[in-house]
């Protein structure tokens, strides 16, 4: 019976201590990675709230995902460019865009070098490289080194209900 309730306070000291040590997501916008920019976008939570819709809100700004072949972008095979909906920065052009058969819109590149920045995720368990907006700071998704090898080799894995996007005239 000691053993057992032994057990039970360490498993629940871990628990409240991994609560402590939360999830790896630091605020992108107080990251010293983060680009300094004159356009920088900051805007309150409930800004942000006002601006977005409730699942745009939750991928953006608090590091979501969208279920997979869910996305308004996965097919779409219109010409034109990928604009982040929380500042309406070209991210992706169409001519990036390529089928990974993952579920997600995928693109080999930005749309420029100044579009997005990265940082080391080690949220759920996992070790991935994490792709933000450059100018906003929001989360677009995740970039893996599995993509075309002809194109470089990457992946971005972006999730489409943050992205708007615009058709070339």
Avoid at 134 to 158: E, N, Q, S, W
Wanted: charged share 25%; proline share 7%.
């Amino acid at each position: 019976m000691n053993l057992f309730w032994t057990c039970a306070a360490l498993a629940s000291a871990l628990v409240v201590g991994l609560a402590m040590l939360g999830n790896g997501e630091a605020d992108p916008q107080s990251d010293p990675r983060s680009p300094k920019r004159k356009d920088k976008v900051v805007l309150t939570e409930e800004a942000w709230k006002k601006r977005l819709t409730p699942e745009q809100f939750r991928i953006l700004r608090k590091q979501g995902t969208e279920p997979a072949f869910c996305s308004p972008m996965y097919d779409n095979k219109k010409t034109g460019a990928y604009h982040c909906v929380g500042c309406d920065l070209p991210l992706f052009l169409s001519g990036h865009k390529f089928h990974s058969g993952t579920g997600w819109p995928s693109f080999f590149q930005p749309a420029a070098k100044d579009a997005i920045w990265t940082r080391e995720d080690n949220s759920h368990g996992m070790r991935r490289v994490e792709v933000l907006c450059a100018r906003c700071d929001g989360h677009l998704g995740h970039v893996f080194d599995d993509g075309p090898p002809t194109r470089g080799g990457l992946r971005y894995c972006i999730n489409g209900e943050i992205l708007k996007f615009v058709e070339a005239k």
